[in-house]
Structure formats: structure tokens, C-alpha cells
């Protein structure tokens, strides 16, 4: 009886494992599949996300700055870049996306490529601005055109801190060379104040010619002025500085109390108050091109 109740105690208990098995396997094969596991070993692997060095805004594609000069589209900057029409710095770059600096020394075909828009500002100067794009000079005539335009312009030529008139800024490479040739030059008429009246013999000297130290020293004319004290003097020369005019002068022993620059070829101070600027018409830009 005993073993009878054993056994049949086993026997159910087994039964009851049999169908809690039997209804886990069941509810097992009705429920959903489940998602993919990611264990260990069947994660999908993570693609290194490289860093991506960050544009440098001082720097431009060898291309874009070609093309920025008007010289040529990009396509056709890459095609002269391929078959070594290009230096930067003097080392000629046949590199795709080689990038440069603006302060770098473009040459394509052996000119100086300029990536700006080119600008030309007349300034009718003031007293008291110092010809110069230096820094540390105190008052300069940079500071009168600061606000002229974006491009990076220059001054052609020098006026001394006391002298006024004009002063042509661009920076166009081909009209600075033009003004800067020993050749040719651009010539500028200046009218001079005199602390006395200019002797006949000594105006008829300078506009002869004359020598200063065994070397030529030539001005294009000289003549007083209609209507005007024999010390006011109006004097053209192609140099582009005026520190000539003073040597002339000082020759001669006279002292300058005034120069006025009052035309730059054809340019002239028309319309353009002391201290202001003005951009040059395409006009006026292509006559000085045409000098």
C-alpha cells in the first residue's frame, strides 16, 4: 500500500512535469519570433566615423582663386593647373585641390594672379595723413579708405604727410606697373607753392633739364600759373613720389610751402572734396589701361 501510494505519487508528479514542460514548449512555438539578438559576437560592426578636418577660411582651392581672378572658368583653371601653367610661390602645383592663401604669389603663365575684384579709388588727401600702408605711422591715408571696399588696395605712388591732392589706390598689378615704369610712367600735375617767387632763369633751367649730382634731372613742363603770384608753380612729372619736386626745389634754394596734386592723367579732383574718395568709372579705368 505504501509502495502503491509511492508510486503513485511519483507517477503524478512526473504527469505534472510532463504537461508543465509540454504547455512551456507550446507556448513557446505560438509566441512570436524575437528580434535578432546583438550578444556578444552577433553585434553588427560600427563604421569608424573619420573626423573631418575643418576648413581652414584662410585657405582657397588653387581652381576657385584662378577662376575668382576672371581669367578663366575652374574647369579650364584645372586643365592649365594639369599641364604646369600655374606656380604658387614660384614652384609650379599640377596637384588637383591644391589649396593657397590669399597672401600666396599666384602666377599663371607667368602673371600675377590677383583673387579679389579689382578696385581703383581716387582719394583727394588731406593734410596731416602719412602715404602708407604701414602700421604704427599714426594717422595714414589707409584710415581715409578704409571703408572704400573689401579688396586690398594700395596706394600708387607717395604724397608727403603735409602735401594734398590725389592719390590713386587699386590693386590692379598691371596699372601699378604701369605708374612705377622708368620708362613710361603716368604723369601728375602738381601745383607748387613757392616761399618766394620763381626766377624766369631758374623756371627755364628745370624745364630744361638739369644735373644734380651727375644725374639728369627732367620734368615733363613747368610754367607759373595764370593769374596767380610768381611763387605758385605748376609742375607735371611721371615720377610717382614727391620727394623729387623737393629736390628740384632746394636746388634752386626755394622752399616748399605747399604741394597740391591736382591730376593723375587725366583724372582730376572734380567733384571729390578734401578727404574723400570715389571709385574710378569703367570709363576712367579703361583710359588709364590705354596710357
Not at 552577433?42 to 566615423?49: C, D, E, G, I, L
Not at 579679389?116 to 583727394?124: C, D, I, R, T
Request: aromatic content about 6%.
Amino acid at each position: 500500500m505504501s509502495r502503491q501510494q509511492g508510486s503513485g505519487g511519483k507517477g503524478k508528479s512526473s504527469g505534472r512535469s510532463f504537461k508543465d514542460n509540454k504547455d512551456n514548449a507550446a507556448s513557446r512555438s505560438s509566441s512570436k519570433p524575437k528580434s535578432k539578438s546583438f550578444a556578444r559576437g552577433n553585434a553588427p560592426v560600427k563604421k569608424k566615423v573619420q573626423p573631418q578636418t575643418p576648413s581652414n577660411p584662410n585657405e582657397i582651392r588653387l581652381n576657385k582663386y584662378i577662376s575668382n581672378s576672371g581669367i578663366c572658368s575652374r574647369r579650364d583653371a584645372d586643365m592649365h593647373i594639369s599641364i604646369g601653367s600655374v606656380t604658387v610661390n614660384g614652384k609650379v602645383i599640377t596637384e588637383m585641390g591644391y589649396k593657397v592663401k590669399l597672401e600666396d604669389e599666384v602666377r599663371f603663365d607667368g602673371s600675377r594672379v590677383n583673387p579679389e575684384k579689382k578696385a581703383y579709388v581716387l582719394l583727394n588727401k588731406p593734410k596731416g595723413f602719412a602715404t602708407t600702408s604701414s602700421e604704427g605711422k599714426g594717422r595714414t591715408v589707409m584710415d581715409l579708405v578704409a571703408n572704400a571696399t573689401s579688396s586690398r588696395i594700395n596706394p600708387i605712388g607717395r604724397l608727403g604727410r603735409n602735401s594734398t591732392g590725389l592719390l590713386l589706390f587699386t590693386n590692379d598689378e598691371n596699372i601699378h606697373a604701369k605708374f612705377t615704369s622708368s620708362k613710361n610712367g603716368v604723369a601728375r600735375l602738381f601745383q607748387v607753392e613757392l616761399d618766394k617767387n620763381l626766377k624766369y632763369e631758374d623756371l627755364k633751367q628745370i624745364k630744361e633739364g638739369f644735373k644734380i649730382d651727375g644725374k639728369l634731372i627732367a620734368v615733363l613742363d613747368i610754367s607759373y600759373i595764370n593769374g596767380a603770384p610768381k611763387n605758385e608753380i605748376g609742375l607735371k612729372i611721371k615720377n610717382t613720389g614727391n620727394s623729387i619736386i623737393r629736390t628740384i626745389f632746394e636746388h634752386f634754394k626755394y622752399d616748399l610751402i605747399k604741394v597740391d596734386c591736382v591730376m593723375i592723367a587725366e583724372l582730376t579732383k572734380k567733384d571729390i572734396p578734401r578727404g574723400h574718395w570715389k571709385h574710378l568709372s569703367e570709363l576712367e579705368v579703361n583710359n588709364l589701361k590705354m596710357l
